[in-house]
């Protein structure tokens, strides 16, 4: 038997002599147990490395210092294995972790070295690397068994908010759809109706998969020439707030007939947003659409943008269109925008595009097809990348 072999069996030894030697004295009867388990598991307080490039290129790395106790950890009892849902931030030192353990009766706790492979006595002041997962035997207070667990301290690869775009090859813009019959753009759906533009720029809706399309009704009758007449674009999303309810936005230009200083008539293009709450329980009366009173001119409007797109994405609202070199979001479903800070388009997009439909995938990547480039982008935020 090795050395290693034999200076471990005398460590678990000793603990177990030193547990039965507290069975009895003169004044107290200790109980033994024959269960070994772990029942809790928290963190202490953990560094976290970060790192920053100056104007230079000079890479400089600061050591911060955060408690890790709110990091919920799940321990599977059948399987034996104890990880965090939840992973560390990036930059969290995993190598030098305190941690406490509590167990069941006053079992004793141990850890494999991976080092020179030895069992160390767990003491919760001293730090355990767990770099990697680490080995855990848990010995009953009787000495008459023992538990084996694995623990994982999962730490994140990548910054959360971090929005990253890639250049998609061999991939084609997808071809136009056929339009049904006095249809002359599809604008998008819930989950119960269909919305486009008719040949006579009236907006339309379907209930029955694009079969038979009617008009759509505004609320107020006196709004109904608030109606976006070009560069129109919807967006539709479930309202976290109620089941089986839809919330659908639209936004889009409408020409607005003003006067000059001198009184003349003349013309100006003002955004218009309208919103529709499509409630698909069936004991709801029908929906229709709402105008929001926001026209361009207040503060945080949404601008005029040529060839609009919207898309929901991470609990808000965004908006691609003009230019381009500008995306607008927002965050209380289209009532205000203001310029992303956190969305910017990528650093090689080919302003030359005409055109481009942005569009959202199951895997939450946002994607956009240009037209006159031919480009294809795919972007997601890192966070709603990661497993759950």
Sequence with gaps: MSMKKIKTMCMLLAVILGMASCT??????????????????????????TQSTDSNGTVTTAKTTFTASSYRFHIDQSKRIIYNTDSLPVGTDASHVLCDITTANNSAVFYLNLAD??????????????????????????????????????????????????????????????????????????????????DENKLMVSRDGGTTWEQDIANNAEDADKMPTQDIALVSYPMSQA???????????????????????????????????VDYSGEAPASSWTYMERDGKEKYSLPCLQHLSLVKYDDTV???????????????????????????????????????????????????????????????????????
Excluded at 32 to 45: K, M, P, S, W
Excluded at 250 to 257: D, N, Q, S
Excluded at 334 to 339: K, N
Aim: net charge negative.
């Design 243 to 277: 089941d089986k309810t839809d919330y659908v936005l639209l936004a889009g230009t409408r020409k607005v007939i003003t006067t000059d200083k001198d009184g003349a008539p003349q013309e100006e293009y003002r955004t218009a947003v309208w919103r529709k709450i």
């Design 117 to 198: 492979t030895l069992y160390y006595y767990y003491s919760s002041s001293d730090s355990i690397d767990f770099s990697s997962p680490c080995e855990f035997r848990v010995i009953s207070s009787s000495g008459t068994g023992y538990t084996d667990y694995t623990i994982q301290v999962n730490v994140h690869k990548e910054e959360g908010d971090v929005f990253n775009w890639q250049l998609m090859t061999d991939i084609e813009l997808p071809s136009a759809p056929t339009l049904p019959t006095g249809i002359k753009t599809l604008l998008g759906s819930s989950t119960t109706e269909q919305y486009a533009l008719s």
């Design 318 to 388: 965004l908006a691609f269109g003009g230019n381009y070199q500008t995306i607008y979001q927002s965050r209380d479903n289209g009532i205000t925008w203001q310029v992303s800070k956190q969305y910017q388009m990528p650093a090689d997009f080919n302003y030359t595009a005409t055109s481009v439909t942005a569009t959202v995938d199951k895997d939450n990547y946002i994607w956009l097809y240009c037209s006159g480039t031919g480009e294809v982008w795919r972007g997601r935020l890192n966070r709603l990348g990661w497993a759950q």
């Design 24 to 49: 009895s004295t003169d004044s107290m009867e200790v109980t033994l147990y024959n269960d070994a388990a772990i029942t809790a598991f928290t963190l202490g307080n953990l560094n976290k490395y």
